[in-house]
């Protein structure tokens, strides 16, 4: 992530699938700090949002004045041990490790979508009137010895 003029970093707080590029420049107290920063670092950023010189992005956050600016790093992150490096996890590595699928874009793009479906679906009938119940739900099996409720 770092260099000797500028340290790049690619930030994503979840919200989205894409990042917001942070470019820092090297007249920043902790700059050492940021620019060995590796993958899973947190971060407290203050700089100025402009238009990106650069193709890739629209919008770049400036971190380059250390009277107006900071750039803070909250945590560190073992790189060696982070469970997703900048690789990408095949899908069967994530079936066999469920913990780390919400991290992936894949999974948190299809979290989004089924929110906001779900959020139209309730808002749809909310605005006609109808209630949203949970039921119970009855079912012919038969585990742990609940049949005998019934």
Do not use: W
Request: charged share 20%.
């Amino acid at each position: 992530m770092g260099g000797k003029d500028f340290a790049f970093i690619e930030l994503n707080d979840g919200s989205g699938s894409t990042c917001l590029q942070v470019v820092v420049d090297s007249s920043m107290p902790n700059f050492d700090e940021i620019a060995a920063s590796k993958v899973g670092a947190s971060f407290k950023i203050k700089g100025k949002l402009i238009k990106s010189p650069a193709k890739g992005q629209l919008f770049e956050l400036q971190v380059c004045h250390p009277e107006l600016h900071a750039c803070h790093v909250i945590g560190q992150c073992d790189g060696a041990t982070y469970p997703l490096p900048t690789k990408r996890h095949t899908n069967e590595y994530l079936r066999e490790h469920a913990n780390l699928r919400p991290r992936t874009k894949l999974i948190s793009a299809v979290t989004r979508v089924r929110n906001n479906l779900a959020y139209a679906t309730h808002k749809f009938f909310q605005e006609r009137g109808f209630l949203y119940i949970h039921t119970p739900l009855i079912t012919a099996s038969d585990c742990e010895g609940a049949g005998e409720m019934f």
